[in-house]
């Protein structure tokens, strides 16, 4: 099937619609595997024939209908989908009476009057996540077809707000790709039409536009008929639902992997950029990678040569009991374990940090759980470190002077006079409960295991150094002291805070360990090192794993059904697979951690 370019066309936008150094996904399945055996572009089948590509051939499955809607995420450049389409309806001497959403959204400064109150102060890094619903936004009358002309296209975020009845289609954009989009000023927040400086913006996204998107599309996703990946720009792939949701029903029973993304930042290293040789070599360093967080990732299908991106929430709408079993009615549609890398191997120490407390991520942000972390050490250079807990002779006075006039004055200060630092090994745990204060330092490859939020960081200090913009980082201490746990020190630290392994079972050919985390950790972490296979059951819970010592392994289902990951590769397998086992691919023996979830009451 030929393939038009991956270009905007005839909207004038600039070529720096999407920021940074990151290739665009290919439209098709075509992509060289990379000697490490790490896949950057995860696929799961949905059988031949099944995805569609380009905007005429979706036009020709409109033209079928005499009124539709067209639904979709905030960053999809809705012009350029007007304008291909209409290409298509000209060619057939179709009349088009386009309604778009855009035009029927109420006043600017009603909008941002109802959006202010979630958004903090100016300046500041956070919000509150916001309670209004998407039609709030808007003056949603409903929409007839108009009687002169042949097709009637409602069409714009909320489409679906104005036609409760026509076949619906929704235009998907991944998260990394709109947040590309964002830096390059090409998108805007719902209703505005310019861009605000790049951290206003993203916490406007965060905490009210992504909010009230991702509640609408849950609420119209039975309704969706054709599922659209918006991420091309000038051209589109599409599928139908019909063929869509069986397959992510039919995943949610066995085993799944997201698409990983990857972003460089000022304390990034070097680990990920020498051993993923199909990352692009042009970024400066890669900081993280968003291997497993919910609000994040997407899922990628192919069929016939093509790929597919939707948003991993949809899979949670979709089939949330069957993911989560006995855990979701606790969590919602929300993916509670996030997995992610620091990479600070030959770069920096992360800033000094700490998170909230349950009560005050609730009572300030609107979270409903908060950010408890571990380090998990995949890798390490010699000398490697991790920050974590106070010395014992902590002032937390003093501390906060020094804090506050390094701030001020651009002073350095000597950390390690206040914070412990412990020297870090491969495949070491540490707990990081929430209030902890905390850093990796320079010289790791960390697996950060931890509870899904993840952009409430409190930093205190770090290290008088820029951002890659050239501008200095937050630095948050009064958040910090609201929430640090001064009685976190001293010798304590070493045996609350870095886990001690518990060897569970063993026999000549494996060994289960387990790896305790903290009482205030909602998940607990095992580790299996096997020769030949290991067998577990899901206990009705989701499991989340990762090779992070050896080759590869095969995952084979109760149904018999066989999929491999690589070393360093994150899978999820759902509460609904009952049992898997798994076998190793390589010669010398293997080792995967295992995430779950305790029992409600349980410590760690």
Same mark, same amino acid.
């Given at each position: 099937?030929?393939?038009?370019?991956?270009?905007?066309?005839?909207?004038?936008?600039?070529?720096?619609?999407?920021?940074?150094?990151?290739?665009?996904?290919?439209?098709?399945?075509?992509?060289?595997?990379?000697?490490?055996?790490?896949?950057?572009?995860?696929?799961?089948?949905?059988?031949?024939?099944?995805?569609?590509?380009?905007?005429?051939?979706?036009?020709?499955?409109?033209?079928?209908?005499?009124?539709?809607?067209?639904?979709?995420?905030?960053?999809?450049?809705?012009?350029?989908?007007?304008?291909?389409?209409?290409?298509?309806?000209?060619?057939?001497?179709?009349?088009?009476?386009?309604?778009?959403?855009?035009?029927?959204?109420?006043?600017?400064?009603?909008?941002?009057?109802?959006?202010?109150?979630?958004?903090?102060?100016?300046?500041?890094?956070?919000?509150?996540?916001?309670?209004?619903?998407?039609?709030?936004?808007?003056?949603?009358?409903?929409?007839?077809?108009?009687?002169?002309?042949?097709?009637?296209?409602?069409?714009?975020?909320?489409?679906?707000?104005?036609?409760?009845?026509?076949?619906?289609?929704?235009?998907?954009?991944?998260?990394?790709?709109?947040?590309?989009?964002?830096?390059?000023?090409?998108?805007?927040?719902?209703?505005?039409?310019?861009?605000?400086?790049?951290?206003?913006?993203?916490?406007?996204?965060?905490?009210?536009?992504?909010?009230?998107?991702?509640?609408?599309?849950?609420?119209?996703?039975?309704?969706?008929?054709?599922?659209?990946?918006?991420?091309?720009?000038?051209?589109?792939?599409?599928?139908?639902?019909?063929?869509?949701?069986?397959?992510?029903?039919?995943?949610?029973?066995?085993? %799944?992997?997201? !698409?990983?993304? +990857?972003?460089?930042?000022?304390? #990034? *290293?070097?680990?990920?950029?020498?051993?993923?040789? /199909? =990352?692009?070599?042009?970024?400066?360093?890669?900081?993280?990678?968003?291997?497993?967080?919910?609000?994040?990732?997407?899922?990628?299908?192919?069929?016939?040569?093509?790929?597919?991106?939707?948003?991993?929430?949809?899979?949670?709408?979709?089939?949330?009991?069957?993911?989560?079993?006995?855990?979701?009615?606790?969590?919602?549609?929300? %993916?509670?374990? !996030?997995?992610? +890398?620091?990479?600070?191997?030959? #770069? *920096?120490?992360?800033?000094?940090?700490?998170?909230? /407390? =349950?009560?005050?991520?609730?009572?300030?942000?609107?979270?409903?759980?908060?950010?408890?972390?571990?380090?998990?050490?995949?890798?390490?250079?010699?000398?490697?470190?991790?920050?974590?807990?106070?010395?014992?002779?902590?002032?937390?006075?003093?501390?906060?002077?020094?804090?506050?006039?390094?701030?001020?004055?651009?002073?350095?200060?000597?950390?390690?006079?206040?914070?412990?630092?412990?020297?870090?090994?491969?495949?070491?745990?540490?707990?990081?409960?929430?209030?902890?204060?905390?850093?990796?330092?320079?010289?790791?490859?960390?697996?950060?295991?931890?509870?899904?939020?993840?952009?409430?960081?409190?930093?205190?200090?770090?290290?008088?150094?820029?951002?890659?913009?050239?501008?200095?980082?937050?630095?948050?201490?009064?958040?910090?002291?609201?929430?640090?746990?001064?009685?976190?020190?001293?010798?304590?630290?070493?045996?609350?805070?870095?886990?001690?392994?518990?060897?569970?079972?063993?026999?000549?050919?494996?060994?289960?360990?387990?790896?305790?985390?903290?009482?205030?950790?909602?998940?607990?972490?095992?580790?299996?090192?096997?020769?030949?296979?290991?067998?577990?059951?899901?206990?009705?819970?989701?499991?989340?794993?990762?090779?992070?010592?050896?080759?590869?392994?095969?995952?084979?289902?109760?149904?018999?059904?066989?999929?491999?990951?690589?070393?360093?590769?994150?899978?999820?397998?759902?509460?609904?697979?009952?049992?898997?086992?798994?076998?190793?691919?390589?010669?010398?023996?293997?080792?995967?951690?295992?995430?779950?979830?305790?029992?409600?009451?349980?410590?760690?």
């Amino acid at each position: 099937m030929e393939i038009s370019p991956n270009i905007i066309k005839k909207n004038d936008l600039l070529p720096s619609w999407r920021t940074g150094t990151q290739p665009l996904m290919p439209m098709q399945a075509t992509f060289p595997k990379d000697a490490s055996g790490y896949d950057i572009y995860p696929l799961h089948t949905l059988g031949d024939g099944r995805i569609t590509n380009g905007y005429a051939n979706l036009a020709k499955w409109i033209m079928k209908y005499r009124q539709v809607a067209i639904d979709g995420y905030a960053g999809v450049f809705w012009d350029t989908v007007e304008q291909e389409l209409s290409e298509t309806f000209r060619e057939h001497g179709l009349t088009v009476n386009w309604v778009r959403t855009g035009e029927r959204m109420k006043p600017l400064e009603t909008i941002r009057g109802l959006v202010q109150p979630f958004l903090g102060m100016p300046g500041t890094v956070w919000g509150t996540k916001c309670s209004l619903s998407l039609k709030d936004l808007y003056e949603a009358e409903p929409v007839d077809a108009e009687p002169g002309a042949d097709l009637t296209v409602v069409i714009g975020p909320g489409a679906s707000l104005f036609d409760a009845v026509s076949p619906l289609i929704y235009i998907d954009l991944p998260k990394n790709e709109l947040q590309l989009r964002m830096r390059a000023g090409s998108v805007f927040n719902l209703g505005e039409t310019v861009s605000e400086a790049d951290g206003e913006m993203y916490k406007r996204f965060y905490f009210v536009d992504w909010v009230l998107l991702n509640a609408h599309k849950k609420d119209i996703m039975n309704r969706i008929a054709v599922m659209a990946d918006g991420q091309w720009g000038g051209n589109i792939n599409w599928c139908l639902t019909a063929d869509l949701y069986p397959a992510m029903r039919k995943m949610a029973k066995h085993v %799944f992997r997201v !698409r990983p993304w +990857f972003e460089p930042g000022a304390w #990034g *290293g070097h680990w990920m950029k020498d051993r993923i040789g /199909s =990352l692009s070599q042009e970024e400066v360093n890669y900081a993280w990678s968003f291997e497993l967080i919910v609000p994040e990732n997407g899922i990628l299908f192919a069929s016939s040569g093509l790929v597919l991106e939707i948003s991993f929430d949809f899979l949670m709408f979709c089939c949330r009991n069957q993911v989560m079993g006995k855990h979701a009615e606790r969590f919602g549609d929300a %993916f509670p374990i !996030r997995f992610d +890398f620091l990479d600070t191997w030959k #770069g *920096g120490n992360l800033s000094i940090q700490c998170h909230p /407390s =349950l009560s005050y991520i609730q009572q300030e942000f609107g979270e409903t759980i908060t950010q408890d972390e571990t380090y998990y050490i995949l890798d390490c250079e010699d000398n490697a470190g991790v920050y974590l807990g106070f010395q014992d002779d902590i002032d937390p006075g003093s501390f906060r002077r020094e804090l506050e006039e390094s701030r001020d004055k651009k002073i350095p200060v000597d950390i390690e006079k206040y914070v412990q630092l412990h020297p870090a090994h491969k495949h070491d745990l540490f707990l990081i409960p929430n209030g902890t204060v905390h850093s990796a330092a320079a010289g790791n490859l960390v697996l950060e295991i931890s509870a899904t939020p993840y952009i409430f960081t409190f930093k205190m200090y770090d290290w008088l150094r820029l951002g890659l913009n050239g501008e200095p980082r937050a630095i948050n201490i009064d958040h910090a002291f609201n929430n640090l746990r001064f009685e976190r020190k001293g010798e304590k630290v070493k045996t609350e805070l870095i886990a001690a392994p518990v060897l569970l079972r063993q026999s000549p050919e494996e060994k289960l360990w387990h790896l305790p985390t903290h009482a205030d950790h909602f998940y607990d972490v095992y580790r299996a090192e096997f020769d030949k296979e290991f067998t577990a059951s899901t206990n009705n819970g989701p499991q989340v794993l990762m090779v992070v010592e050896g080759t590869a392994v095969s995952l084979k289902n109760a149904d018999g059904a066989q999929t491999r990951y690589h070393y360093a590769e994150t899978f999820v397998v759902p509460a609904a697979a009952e049992t898997f086992t798994l076998v190793n691919e390589g010669k010398e023996r293997v080792k995967v951690v295992i995430a779950f979830l305790k029992e409600v009451g349980r410590g760690g």
